[in-house]
């Protein structure tokens, strides 16, 4: 079964730093992709990026980068140049042809970016 | 106006009553879901569907029902609320012809408190 696993429940983070937040994952399907998801406070659920299994190059947009180590089942995103407005929960999801088009969440981490 | 529109935002009611949440979509895609969110768990599927003839149970369908009225409407009944139920519910659209590498585009979400 597919699995995704974030294993920091609240990250910190200084204004203009950057900051990592893990996922790791769990599939014995060779396709599959992963997704990143932002909710801010007010709830909704934002996309951020994807990366493919078979994406020769880690994915890039704007600020947000994915660090995909696939030998080690990661996924990890990078936000660069930390702004206020990026405290919000951050969730990674998996899906694979597994599970065909359904998404698997992580519990997310809360990440708090101060001044 | 939002592409996916989750009705109502809020609602609060008693254990035993029965609940429909709406959700219609302005984005033409052919696959809709209902998930549930509750702290710490991440969000858990309930119910999918593929094409308006075509309903499948998720992770968690026990105590829901779903109705696929039209392409663009997906609703998800509670049939006789009860206090576990309370969560965040989201519904979220997808394009199966755009392939494999394309986001789950979710509304707004519904707030459900059931005392």
């Known amino acids: 079964a597919q699995k995704i696993t974030q294993t920091q429940p609240g990250m910190f983070v200084q204004e203009k730093e950057a900051v990592t937040l893990d996922c790791t994952y769990d599939?014995?399907?060779?396709?599959?992709?992963l997704f990143w998801y932002k909710q801010p406070s007010s709830g909704e659920m934002i996309f951020l990026i994807y990366q493919g299994s078979y994406d020769q190059q880690n994915a890039t947009e704007g600020r947000y980068s994915l660090n995909f180590q696939k030998a080690r089942k990661s996924a990890n995103l990078v936000i660069s140049a930390s702004q206020l407005g990026d405290s919000a929960m951050y969730f990674c999801?998996?899906?694979?042809?597994?599970?065909?088009?359904?998404?698997?969440f992580g519990t997310g981490t809360r990440l708090q970016v101060f001044p | 106006d939002a592409d996916v529109t989750q009705t109502p935002r809020n609602r609060i009611t008693k254990t035993g009553k029965r609940i429909m949440l709406e959700c219609s979509q302005t984005?033409?895609?052919?696959?809709m879901y209902w998930y549930r969110q509750d702290p710490g768990l991440g969000l858990r599927l309930i119910y999918y569907?593929?094409?308006?003839?075509?309903?499948n149970k998720g992770e968690i369908s026990d105590g829901y029902s779903v109705s696929r009225q039209a392409q663009a409407k997906f609703s998800l009944s509670l049939e006789s609320a009860i206090p576990n139920q309370t969560a965040l519910y989201f519904c979220?659209?997808?394009?199966?012809?755009?392939?494999?590498?394309?986001?789950?585009?979710f509304g707004d979400g519904t707030r459900l408190s059931i005392l």
């Open positions: 979220a659209t997808s394009d199966a012809s755009q392939g494999s590498n394309q986001p789950q585009h």
């Open positions: 984005k033409g895609h052919d696959r």
């Open positions: 569907s593929f094409d308006v003839k075509d309903i």
């Open positions: 599939t014995s399907d060779p396709s599959y992709g």
């Open positions: 999801a998996m899906r694979g042809r597994e599970n065909t088009d359904k998404l698997i």
